[in-house]
């Protein structure tokens, strides 16, 4: 088999995979229908209900991942990436994991490559952290919690992001 | 001045490679002082991730000019934005076309110029379409799952009640944030989940310490993907920084609440 297909093949195998959580509960859902088919129904109105009330913030989303994808290139990411934990390594390393978009197993490789250029424990473990501010996701966020929590909670993030780089940097010294 | 030429071989007889992004080795000439070495190309594994990782590998090296054979557009974009000019449609052994540059016989292809005035509005077309493409697959991978929790939470609404919930959970903040984390830590993917979960668990009653320690460690723990990160960072390290997520998640949660929850008493 060629690597072409390789791929191919595990793509199909990664997008099956997605699929089987949804089909699962929608199984449950089948299954209920014939046991108590009125409460299946009302469970599934209350499921339309919660889309409707997401609906614009999931526009929102699409929008916001379009303009990162737009304006902000991986190789950009990585490029702000520290060696040690200075003001500027610091800084960039908040900026690049809030930035990051996709699953963190796509940036695992890229990390690795990175520790092996020399960058520091403190950086990549800031990085890692500062992954849960999701620009692209605060209209979701704030349509659930409000604007003071969202604040709050992002600022809060990114001070115990921190924190973990230098507990990082202090525990890993000389490894 | 450092250049880079894809390259099928190890030394300056090799020839060129035909993809930049999949040749075996990379040829890194320092013109300065006439030293060259080979590396292993990233890109040429094929694996996902790696093709950024070339463009990583180039630009850590403090390359300012690429030669190959052919060059993506996706590729070229990277290079271009990061400052390096890149030269294609480029064949022979790396050391006549290496010689070639240096007597500036080497000119930039149309597509390497692309960027540039006449057609940028064509490429910006494209890049826009790239992007959407791009925004549009990111989006439609988290749906599946999303869609599956919208739906759980449908049944959850209607068939687990309150009280079981409310025994759950004790009550005692420090309890249930632990319990928070405790879960955030084993459930994975977009995090999105985790605040519509979140959410709903607010409507039931649990308390907000609970839902904030869940969100966090959502995305900063992840027990999933822990032997994928052991891999690639090391034992010590994916242990060392999943284990002060775990412990920096509670005070986190408790100081955000406390803020919170000063800021409605005073200002709301």
Known sequence: ?175 | MKIAISSEGTDLKAQVGDRFGGSPYLIIADLDTGNFEAVSNPGSLGQHGTGVQTIVLIISNNVKTALTGYCSPTARRHLEANGIEIFTGLSGTVEEVLESYKKGEIRKTEAATIDHDPEKRVVDKAILIHAIQRSGNQFASMLPIFFGVVLLIGLLNTFVSRDFLAALFSGNPVLDTLLGAFFGSILAGNAINSYIIGGELLEYGVSLFTVTALIITWVTVGLVQLPVEIAALGRRFALLRNGICFILSIPIAIITVFIVNLVARRFL
Request: hydrophobic share 55%.
């Open chain 1, 1 to 175: 088999m060629n690597r072409g297909s390789a791929k191919k093949l595990k793509g199909k195998k990664d997008s099956a995979r997605m699929f089987i959580f949804p089909v699962c509960v929608l199984a449950c859902y089948g299954i209920l229908c014939a046991i108590e088919p009125h409460k299946a129904l009302i469970a599934m109105r209350t499921s339309g209900n919660l889309l409707l009330y997401i609906a614009l913030p999931l526009v929102l989303v699409f929008v916001i991942m379009l303009a990162l994808n737009l304006f902000v290139k991986p190789a950009q990411i990585v490029g702000l990436f520290g060696k040690g934990l200075r003001i500027k390594g610091i800084v960039f390393s908040v900026v690049a994991g809030i930035i990051s978009m996709g699953p963190i197993y796509v940036w695992y490789p890229l990390l690795k490559n990175l520790r092996e250029e020399g960058a520091g424990n403190g950086p990549m473990a800031i990085f890692l952290y500062t992954r849960a501010v999701k620009p692209f996701l605060l209209p979701v966020m704030i349509a659930y919690f409000g604007w003071v929590y969202v604040a709050i909670l992002t600022f809060l993030t990114v001070s115990a992001s921190i924190a973990t780089g230098c507990f990082m940097s202090v525990f890993m010294k000389g490894k």
